[in-house]
């Protein structure tokens, strides 16, 4: 046995020995992927404390750098230009969006981002399939079923997060838009995708087919998300998050890529515990919040008989002689918060409370504006320490002992009637604000929130109603505890 | 190419492993986990890259190459970097 045959069994042991072309360098590759999933692992780790998250997500980043760089040494790579320009105009995109985005626009730059990852994985599987099939060679079934896949998915989540950003940034309508018979007009058209992705197991060599599946799918992921609305957001977009990762997976099995596997993996599991604890937290199906719609029901109360003659306005002088007898404040922030962007005021409020030795902590429902955790990253750009934000079961313990509770453009999340046992939020788990001892309510009107129920807790005795936007009004307080002081 | 049944094994193993380390991220740092979980499902930027770089003289897959890099590229960037964003406004709660 000369050198070279002994060289040449030593790499064909690094490298897979069942498939036999695998060299030496392949294998240094995949050990990359390897640790920039572990990179990616430990990054997701980092994010369960506050503390550790900036750390997290940095070792996160430089698995992608990791996975990036050994790509480019890649033997395929034949040409640098185009995928440097690629890097530079995705790059300043990247960075600009990131820098310039307000807090309270959030969502719909994840959105956004979503969908983008899905189109990159739409266009990868159609390239690897126009190559697989140049060379006159058959592609194998994994690689078609995993090309009809990626393309399926990703082309959902594209357009359904474009969809979704749409929704978010006002650009679209965000209530929801209702087609007649949409749920056939569904169900033909999955049948059409599946149709398609049939027939480009059997025919791979034309590429129309592709386009076809594509072009249908994107159609589904538009007509998918168009009848959902506002408050049903953080719902769509965990989903679609988990779908972005789905095709990053599906287009790894195209490619053969370990790296592109996991980490889709692991964002698509992501994207599926943020979709159940929103569902959870909704007490509504998955299929409850995609196929049906919220609504009154027939015979319910309208909101005259529920409010006539028992809903009190109130002022900001008023407010601020409340709490100045308060020893413990709850507030409790909604959409609204986001809309009127008053997070800088609720601080202020929150430490002219305290300076006046006022307990005062924050409650947060889980599906609270419109994305997971969408109330925490407002406060936490005011400066608002995470300590004093409480989720639901926490806070819940604590309302009777409460003396004033602030609600901040909040309707369905502290709606007593999901209480009852029938009604559309029945059920929902809802911050027990009426347990306190006074209810200030921050709202632009006595309009129904997104399930278009009337509020029984405007109209309760100990719930005084301060009607403005969120901003002015909490100016007012702000304003009239400093003259007291 | 990979046996098909090693990488269903990967897939599957990562997907319990994700729903591990991801039911322990508290409800505050939920969006951030959205916005990095994002920038990692750029990782088709490897693919893209791939993708763009395979031909000479550029045919529609580089086309499709170099749209899905620049695509995949702003989802990493700017997801890396808004959740870094927000990450260190949580951090500087903690201090005060």
């Known amino acids: 046995m000369n050198f070279q045959n002994i060289l040449h069994s030593v790499f064909a042991a690094v490298g897979q020995s069942t498939s036999g072309t695998m060299d030496f360098r392949t294998s240094m590759v995949n050990l990359a992927y390897l640790v920039a999933a572990v990179l990616f692992i430990m990054g997701f780790k980092g994010l369960s404390h506050p503390r550790k998250a900036v750390r997290g997500n940095m070792l996160g980043s430089i698995g992608m750098l990791i996975a990036v760089l050994v790509t480019l040494i890649n033997k395929d790579i034949i040409d640098y230009r185009w ?10 995109i990247g960075v600009l969006l990131a820098v310039k985005i307000e807090m309270t626009s959030m969502p719909e730059l994840v959105g956004l981002f979503n969908g983008l990852g899905g189109g990159a994985s739409v266009m990868v599987a159609g390239g690897a399939l126009i190559e697989s099939t140049i060379g006159g060679v058959n592609p194998t079934m994994q690689l078609m079923v995993a090309t009809s896949a990626s393309g399926l998915i990703g082309a959902i989540t594209l357009w359904g997060s474009l969809v979704a950003f749409g929704k ?21 058209l999955a049948l059409a995708a599946i149709t398609m992705a049939v027939m480009i197991v059997q025919d791979p060599t034309n590429m129309m087919n592709y386009w076809i599946l594509v072009g249908i799918a994107s159609v589904l992921g538009i007509l998918a998300v168009i009848p959902i609305g506002g408050a049903d957001m953080p719902v769509v977009i965990s989903l679609l998050n988990s779908y972005s990762g789905l095709a990053a997976a599906a287009t790894g099995f195209v490619l053969s890529n370990t790296g592109l596997i996991i980490a889709g993996s ?9 979709t159940k604890i929103m569902c959870v937290a909704m007490n509504r199906s998955l299929a409850n919040v995609i196929f049906g719609v919220l609504g009154a029901e027939e015979g319910a109360a309208t909101a005259d008989e529920i409010y006539a003659g028992k809903v009190k306005s109130t002022s900001g002088d ?8 308060a020893q413990r404040v709850v507030i409790a922030p909604g959409y609204g ?20 030795d006022i307990e005062v902590e924050f409650a947060i429902h889980p599906v609270a504006g419109r994305m997971p955790g969408h109330m925490n990253v407002l406060l936490a750009e005011a400066d608002i320490p995470y300590e004093k934000l409480k989720d639901l079961e926490e806070i819940n313990t604590t309302f009777a002992e409460t003396d004033v509770v602030i609600i901040i453009g909040a309707n369905d999340v502290v709606n007593p009637d999901a209480r009852k046992e029938t009604g559309p939020i029945a059920g929902m788990p809802i911050l027990d604000v009426d347990k306190a001892r006074t209810c200030i309510v921050i709202k632009r009107s006595l309009s129904p929130g997104f399930a278009g129920i009337p509020n029984p807790l405007f109209a309760m005795d100990s719930t005084l109603m301060l009607f403005g936007d969120g901003k002015k009004a909490l100016l007012e307080i702000i304003t009239a505890l400093k003259e007291a002081s | 190419m990979l046996d098909i049944v090693t990488l269903i094994t990967i897939f599957v193993l990562a997907i319990y492993v994700g729903f591990e380390v991801i039911t322990k991220v508290p409800p505050t740092l939920h969006t951030p986990l959205m916005s990095g ?60």
């Open chain 1, 83 to 92: 995928i440097m320009i690629g890097l530079a105009v995705g790059g300043s």
């Open chain 1, 168 to 188: 978010l940034s006002g650009k679209i309508t965000s209530s929801a838009i209702l087609l007649p018979a949409r749920h056939l007009i569904n169900i033909v």
């Open chain 1, 266 to 274: 692991l964002v698509g599991a992501s994207g599926l515990i943020l």
């Open chain 1, 318 to 325: 008023e407010v601020a002689m409340i709490l100045e007898d």
């Open chain 1, 337 to 356: 918060l986001a809309v009127s962007q008053s997070q800088h005021q609720v601080r202020d409020l929150m430490n002219l409370l305290e300076a006046m």
């Open chain 2, 37 to 96: 979980s994002n920038a990692i499902s750029g990782v088709t930027i490897i693919g893209a890259i791939l993708s763009a770089g395979s031909h000479q003289d550029p045919t529609l897959t580089t086309w499709l190459g170099v749209t899905a890099v620049i695509f995949a590229t702003i989802n990493v960037v700017g997801g890396f970097m808004v959740t870094h964003r927000m990450l260190k406004m949580f951090s500087k709660g903690k201090k005060r």
